[in-house]
């Protein structure tokens, strides 16, 4: 039982480059979410999805784009990068319940020159 | 809106010190409660939970206990080790009925621990 995972793990890009951050879940939740983790900042929500084909915007979704391709995966994009954009990235999920926790993944770690 | 304050770090201590992390919340309702860990290089994982109002979630020698009066979820563990340095984070999730059950997090307290 892998639970959530995220590839890749480390990239790095030059500003204006393109790239997808790629997360799949084999729990079956239907709720999925990427936050980034900047020191100090603890974790920000970027997108959400409550169900395939259903996305909402976080806290923090300008610079990115996601899509809910199936249940099992959810993908962040970055169109434009920009060195503001040089974080950690975190996938997460969970069932449709308060009392239940998040899923994380590893985290990818994205430097942008 | 709901928010978590917890009590910021470094908190350094030597082995064997007893350690709380301070958490308190703001929200509707009963939400649920939780502590996640995060260690160097890896995602945040769930410790211990707490549903309703005076639980206590326990795990690996932590506990919290779920206070509504106070709207605290403090983390407490007796006798801390080296391998417990890590990053703590306390998050609450909404009870709410329909949709994303959306978290809350705290921005995390990184505690050291020294032998």
């Known amino acids: 039982n892998a639970g959530v995972t995220q590839t890749p793990k480390f990239q790095v890009l030059k500003t204006g480059q393109s790239m997808t951050l790629q997360c799949a879940q084999d729990?079956?939740?239907?709720?999925m979410y990427w936050y980034r983790q900047d020191p100090g900042m603890g974790l920000r929500l970027i997108y959400y999805?409550?169900?395939?084909?259903?996305?909402d915007k976080g806290e923090v979704p300008n610079g990115y784009n996601v899509s809910r391709l199936n249940k099992r995966e959810f993908s962040l994009r970055l169109e434009s990068a920009a060195p503001s954009q040089t974080s950690v990235y975190f996938c997460a999920s969970n069932t449709d319940s308060s009392n239940q926790p998040q899923h994380f993944g590893d985290g990818t770690r994205l430097s942008i020159l | 809106g709901n928010s978590v304050t917890q009590m910021e770090g470094p908190v350094t201590l030597s082995e064997e010190a007893f350690l709380t992390i301070n958490c308190t919340y703001t929200a509707t309702g009963y939400p649920s409660l939780f502590w996640y860990v995060q260690y160097p290089g890896e995602g945040l994982q769930l410790l211990l939970k707490?549903?309703?109002?005076?639980d206590k979630g326990s795990n690996k020698g932590f506990e919290a206990t779920y206070r509504k009066e106070t709207t605290s979820f403090h983390l407490e563990k007796g006798s801390v080790q080296v391998s417990d340095s890590a990053v703590y984070f306390c998050a609450l999730s909404p009870n709410a009925s329909g949709g994303s059950y959306i978290p809350t997090f705290g921005r995390g307290t990184s505690l050291i621990v020294h032998p």
């Open positions: 707490a549903t309703k109002a005076d």
């Open positions: 999805s409550a169900s395939e084909g259903t996305t």
């Open positions: 729990m079956n939740h239907n709720s």
